[in-house]
């Protein structure tokens, strides 16, 4: 299976920017689609943004569309999140998360759809 350790959490300003990053190992990151997904306490975990195994498909929740940008690395077996004109709401644990799955072009955004979780990196925003 693949182990996931997610990096690259902090506090910053609103307005600034901050780039997540997901190591993954023990097993090739190519056969698997990526997704980060976040977390407030005591709320569910919520969908952020996909990558397909490729990295040529990619999907953003409606919240952070045109701010965050997911991408990969597969030779370095790493997935970034990058974050930039963050806001106080984009305040949560981020976690990275992986499928294994056979087709080069698909991407999930429902967080039953993974089966591989990081232990999550928090993100603070302040106003």
């Known amino acids: 299976q693949v182990q996931l350790v997610e990096s690259g959490g902090g506090s910053v300003q609103a307005g600034g920017s901050l780039r997540l990053s997901c190591a993954a190992s023990?097993?090739?990151?190519?056969?698997?689609?990526m997704g980060w997904f976040r977390q407030i306490p005591g709320k569910e975990r919520d969908f952020v943004a996909a990558?397909?195994?490729?990295?040529?498909?990619?999907n953003y929740a409606d919240s952070v569309k045109g701010r965050f940008t997911i991408s990969r690395d597969n030779a370095k077996s790493t997935v970034y999140l990058q974050m930039n004109s963050l806001k106080p709401e984009d305040t949560a644990v981020y976690f990275c998360?992986?499928?294994?799955?056979?087709?080069?072009?698909?991407?999930?955004?429902?967080?039953?759809?993974?089966?591989?979780w990081g232990q999550g990196t928090q993100v603070t925003v302040s106003s």
């Open positions: 990558i397909s195994r490729s990295g040529g498909s990619t």
């Open positions: 023990g097993r090739t990151l190519s056969n698997y689609a």
């Open positions: 998360a992986a499928e294994r799955t056979r087709s080069s072009g698909t991407y999930y955004n429902a967080e039953y759809e993974y089966d591989y």
